[in-house]
C-alpha cells in the first residue's frame, strides 16, 4: 500500500488530470496480455483461425431471396464485429431487417501443413442477430434462433475443393419465438449484425466437441468441477468428450494443470473408442495448496488438455479455470468458506453508435471500469454478455450473474417456452468454466411466469450442471434456488425472504413520482428531475448530486434487508427501444465518463482490496464542480478515517463519516461551507492520523483551449482487431482548468489507419466532447484532432507513449 495515493476517484484518468497537474497510475502489462491473447478456447491442434476479416455486407428493409440479394449491387467490404448501421448517439429509429453477409472460404488456405480433407470444418459465430440462416454454395445447410448465444456450422460434408461461397442471412426484427417484447415497448436496443467474433476450427477426426453445439447434457467439450476445495488442497474434476469419426482402439486423454510455467497437477488416462461414436472421459486432479480464485485475489490456472490417438497427438485445447467454491448456507453467502456480500451492478453491453459490436478490448475496458468503481459483481442484463466480458470477469475478480433473454414477456407459445429453456442449456454450456459464475438467471425478467414453466427452468439448470453449489435464479420467489427483487418492487410489497436474495436492481424507479410496475413502456411524465436516478453529465451539479444521494439512501437500506449482493441499475447509460433519449441512471455516461456516483462507489472497497488494474489504496472525491453556480453544501466521498477540507490553501473543516449513513462499509463524509467562494477546493484523506490521499478542483474561467484523452481504461489500444476508443476534449480555462459547459460544438479529425465512427462535429457535455474512432491495421501514424470555434485546437497521437 502505498504512503500516498492522489487520485481523483475512478483511476485519476488524464482527463481529470489535465487540470490537476498529476499523473495517472502505472498500467500492468500483465493484465492486458493475459485479457487479450486468451481467446474463445486455445487450441493447439485444431486451433480456431480468426473469421473477423474478408467480408462482404448488404442490407435489406424487405425480405429478398439469396438470388436477389447475390445480384444486388451495394455490397462493402466489412470486417467483424460488425453492425448493420452506425445509429445516432440517441436512437429513436433503430434500424430493423436483413442483414446479409457473404465470404469466400477456400480450402487452399484451410490447413496448409495437412489439407482439409478427411477433417471436420466448422464455423462459430459467437453472436449473430437474431434470426440466422446459412448457406454454402447456394444450398441451405444450417440455421439460429437467438441473438446472444454461439452457434456452429458444420462445412465437412458441404465443401468442395478450392473457393466455396459462405452467404449469411440475419433477420433481427422482432420474433415471437425469441422475445422479447418488440422493439418499440422494449427498454433497450437489440441491434443486428454479426456483431460478435467468427472463428474457423479444423478438427481432426478425433477432436474434443464444442459444448454447446455437442447439445449433450451435462456434456460436450470440457467440463470442470471441483468436488473438493480449501487452502490445503482441491480436486478438479474434468470431464471431457470427444467427437470420433473413424478410430478404433484406445484413445489417451493427458491433462496438465499450469501455474503460469509451472505444472502443478497432471492426470492421464486410456479409454477405448469405437468409430463413429462420442466418447466421454472423466479424470481428477489433486491440487496441493492450491491459489483459490475469489474477487481479492482472482488466481487463474490454465488447464492443457491432448488427446492422443495412439501416438498421434490429435487434438489439444487450453481452459482457463479458477478454483473455488460458492456456498449458500443461511442465506449468507460464503466463497471459499468466507461470508461475502457483494456489492454490485446491472449492465447493458451497448456503445454508442455501433450498437453492440464491440471489439474484445472494449469489453475488457468496461469490466476494468466496473472493478475500479469498487464493485465484486455484475447482473448481467437481461440476455447473454460477450465471451471477451466473461474472460475479463475471471481476470478481474467480478463475480457474475449469468441471464438469459427475457424483459416483460412471456408467451404460452409452446416455440417460445421450448426456446427459453434451450437458451437455459446452451448458456449453461458455454460458460460453466468460468468461475466468475455464481448463479443462473433462467428466468424472464419481470415477466410472470407460470409455476410449470418455471420448474421447467429450473430443472434445466441442475440438469446441465449437477452437482452441489449449482443455483438457479429467479424475479419470482417460487421454484428458484436464489430469489431476486428489485427494490422499487420490494418496497410495494416486501415479505421476508425463505431463500437465499439478491436486491437485483435499486437506486433508480423508487426514486420516480409513480411505479410503472411490469409495464413501464406504457406510463408517461415518470421522472421528477429534481427527485430521479436517471441525470445525465450535463444536468449540473445539484442533479447530478441529488442522483448519488438517491444512491447512497437506498445502498444503505439494502443492508437492512437479508441479501447477500444488491446491483445498482445501472453501470452506464443507454439507449431505449421505446424511448427517443437515454436511459440516464448510469454511474458513468454512455461514453464511459463517471458521474458523482462512480466514486461513491468506489470509496466503499477498502484500500488494501483488489481493485483491478485501474483503481486500488485509498481514495477521495468531492462531489462538486466548484463553479461560480455550486452549492456550499456537498459530499466527499473516501474510504479513508477523515477528510479535510481546504479553500485557497485554509483549512476550513476536517470531519469524520456521516453517521445517517450506518450500515454503509464507508459512509460519506458531509460538508456545509458558509458561502460559495471562488478558487480552489481540496480534499485531503487521513488514515491513522496520515495524508493519503488528495483531490483538488478549481473555479475555471471561459473556456481557451481543448484537452485530449484517448481513454484506454488501461488496456492499450489494439491494432488489427477493429479496436473502439473513446476521445474526450475537454474545455479548459487559460490556466488548465475544467470547465463544465454544455453545448460547445467541437469538432474531430481522424488522420492514419484510424476512423471516426461518431459524427465529426459534437457538442459539449459537462464541459467535455466525446467522439468514438475505431483503430485499423496499424497504430503508428494515427493523429485525432479536435477544434473548437476561440479555442485552442488540440491533437493526440497513436501509439500512445
Not at 106 to 117: E, F, K, R
Not at 178 to 198: I, S, V
Not at 378 to 394: E, G, I
Not at 595 to 615: I, M, N, T, W
Amino acid at each position: 500500500m502505498k504512503s500516498l495515493a492522489i487520485k481523483s476517484g475512478l483511476l485519476a484518468s488524464a482527463l481529470a488530470l489535465a487540470a490537476c497537474g498529476q499523473s495517472g497510475p502505472e498500467q500492468k502489462p500483465e493484465q492486458n496480455r493475459t485479457a487479450l491473447t486468451i481467446s474463445a478456447a486455445q487450441h493447439g491442434i485444431g486451433q480456431p483461425t480468426s473469421l473477423n476479416m474478408g467480408w462482404e455486407f448488404t442490407r435489406a428493409d424487405e425480405v429478398l431471396t439469396k438470388e436477389q440479394v447475390r445480384q444486388s449491387a451495394d455490397w462493402q467490404k466489412v470486417a467483424l464485429p460488425h453492425t448493420p448501421r452506425i445509429e445516432p448517439r440517441i436512437v429513436n429509429d433503430q434500424w430493423q431487417g436483413d442483414a446479409w453477409y457473404r465470404r469466400t472460404i477456400d480450402t487452399d488456405a484451410i490447413d496448409s501443413s495437412g489439407g482439409w480433407a478427411g477433417k471436420r470444418v466448422y464455423i462459430d459465430f459467437e453472436g449473430a442477430m437474431n434470426a440466422a440462416e446459412v448457406w454454402l454454395n447456394g444450398e441451405k445447410i444450417a440455421s439460429h434462433l437467438g441473438g446472444y448465444l454461439p452457434f456452429t456450422v458444420d462445412l465437412s460434408d458441404h465443401l468442395k475443393p478450392g473457393k466455396n461461397q459462405l452467404l449469411v442471412r440475419l433477420d433481427n426484427r422482432d420474433n415471437e419465438t425469441t422475445g422479447p417484447k418488440p422493439l418499440e415497448k422494449l427498454d433497450f436496443n437489440m441491434y443486428g449484425g454479426l456483431y460478435r467474433n467468427a472463428w474457423l476450427r479444423v478438427e481432426n477426426p478425433v477432436h474434443i466437441s464444442d459444448p454447446v453445439h455437442a447439445g449433450e447434457v451435462a456434456s460436450g467439450g470440457l467440463f470442470v468441477r471441483y468436488s473438493l476445495v480449501s487452502e490445503q488442497s482441491a480436486q478438479v474434476q474434468v470431464q471431457t468428450h470427444l467427437r470420433n469419426g473413424e478410430h478404433t482402439g484406445a484413445l489417451r486423454i493427458e491433462h496438465r494443470l499450469l501455474d503460469g510455467d509451472k505444472v502443478v497437477a497432471s492426470a492421464q488416462q486410456q479409454i477405448p473408442s469405437s468409430a463413429e461414436a462420442a466418447v466421454t472421459d472423466r479424470q481428477t486432479l489433486s491440487v496441493d495448496a492450491p491459489k483459490l480464485w475469489s474477487p481479492s485475489s482472482p488466481n487463474l490456472y490454465d488447464l492443457h488438455t491432448r488427446v492422443y490417438a495412439g501416438d498421434a497427438l490429435v487434438d489439444e485445447e487450453h481452459t482457463r479455470i479458477g478454483i473455488r467454491e460458492f456456498r449458500l448456507e443461511n442465506g449468507e453467502l460464503f466463497i471459499n468458506g468466507e461470508k461475502t456480500f457483494l456489492r454490485g451492478v446491472n449492465r447493458h453491453q451497448e456503445y454508442p453508435y455501433v450498437g453492440y459490436a464491440l471489439s474484445d478490448a472494449a469489453q475488457y475496458r468496461d469490466a476494468a471500469l466496473i472493478k475500479a468503481a469498487g464493485f465484486d459483481y455484475v447482473r448481467l442484463s437481461h440476455y447473454p454478455h460477450a465471451k471477451a466480458f466473461m474472460r475479463a470477469a475471471d481476470e478481474l475478480g467480478l463475480v457474475l450473474l449469468d441471464a438469459v433473454l427475457g424483459w416483460q414477456y412471456y408467451s404460452d407459445n409452446p416455440a417460445f417456452q421450448d426456446h427459453v429453456v434451450q437458451t437455459c442449456r446452451d448458456l449453461i454450456r458455454r460458460d460453466r468454466n468460468h468461475p466468475s459464475v455464481l448463479a443462473w438467471e433462467c428466468s424472464l425478467n419481470e415477466s410472470w411466469m407460470p409455476e410449470p414453466f418455471i420448474d421447467r427452468l429450473h430443472a434445466a439448470v441442475h440438469e446441465e450442471f449437477p452437482g452441489e453449489n449449482v443455483y438457479s435464479g429467479g424475479w419470482q420467489s417460487y421454484g428458484y434456488d436464489i430469489y431476486l427483487q428489485a427494490r422499487q418492487h420490494r418496497l410495494d410489497h416486501y415479505e421476508e425472504p425463505t431463500k437465499p436474495y439478491i436486491v437485483s436492481e435499486y437506486g433508480d424507479w423508487e426514486y420516480y413520482a409513480m411505479n410503472a410496475g411490469l409495464n413501464q413502456d406504457s406510463w408517461g411524465d415518470l421522472m421528477q428531475a429534481d427527485r430521479s436516478s436517471r441525470q445525465l453529465l450535463g444536468d449540473g451539479e445539484k442533479r447530478l448530486q441529488q442522483q448519488a444521494l438517491n444512491i447512497m439512501e437506498a445502498h444503505n437500506d439494502n443492508f437492512n434487508t437479508p441479501a447477500f449482493a444488491d446491483g445498482y441499475w445501472v453501470m452506464f447509460d443507454y439507449n431505449r427501444g421505446y424511448a427517443d433519449d437515454l436511459e440516464a441512471s448510469g454511474i458513468m455516461s454512455i461514453e464511459r465518463r463517471p458521474k458523482f456516483s462512480y466514486y461513491f462507489y468506489q470509496s466503499q472497497r477498502d484500500a488494501d482490496d483488489f481493485a483491478g488494474p485501474l483503481a486500488g489504496g485509498y481514495m477521495v472525491h468531492i462531489a462538486s464542480h466548484w463553479q461560480t453556480d455550486a452549492s456550499s453544501s456537498f459530499y466527499v466521498f473516501s474510504n479513508a478515517d477523515e477528510v479535510e477540507i481546504l479553500l485557497n490553501g485554509n483549512a476550513i473543516a476536517r470531519t469524520t463519516p456521516d453517521s445517517r449513513f450506518s450500515n454503509l462499509r464507508h459512509p460519506p463524509f458531509h460538508f456545509e461551507l458558509p458561502e460559495f467562494v471562488p478558487g480552489t477546493l481540496e480534499a485531503v484523506a487521513y488514515a491513522g492520523g496520515r495524508e493519503v490521499a488528495r483531490h483538488r478542483l478549481a473555479t475555471a474561467g471561459e473556456a481557451r483551449q481543448l484537452a485530449l484523452n484517448v481513454d484506454t481504461a488501461g488496456i492499450a489500444p489494439v491494432a488489427g482487431g477493429k479496436d473502439l476508443l473513446f476521445v474526450h476534449a475537454a474545455l479548459l480555462d487559460k490556466n488548465g482548468n475544467r470547465t463544465h459547459t454544455n453545448g460547445i460544438p467541437v469538432t474531430f479529425s481522424v488522420s492514419g489507419d484510424a476512423e471516426l465512427v461518431s459524427p465529426a462535429a459534437l457538442n459539449s457535455e459537462d464541459g467535455v466532447a466525446s467522439a468514438l474512432i475505431r483503430v485499423g491495421e496499424k497504430l503508428d501514424g494515427i493523429a485525432i484532432t479536435a477544434n473548437a470555434p476561440q479555442l485552442e485546437a488540440a491533437t493526440v497521437k497513436l501509439p500512445l507513449k
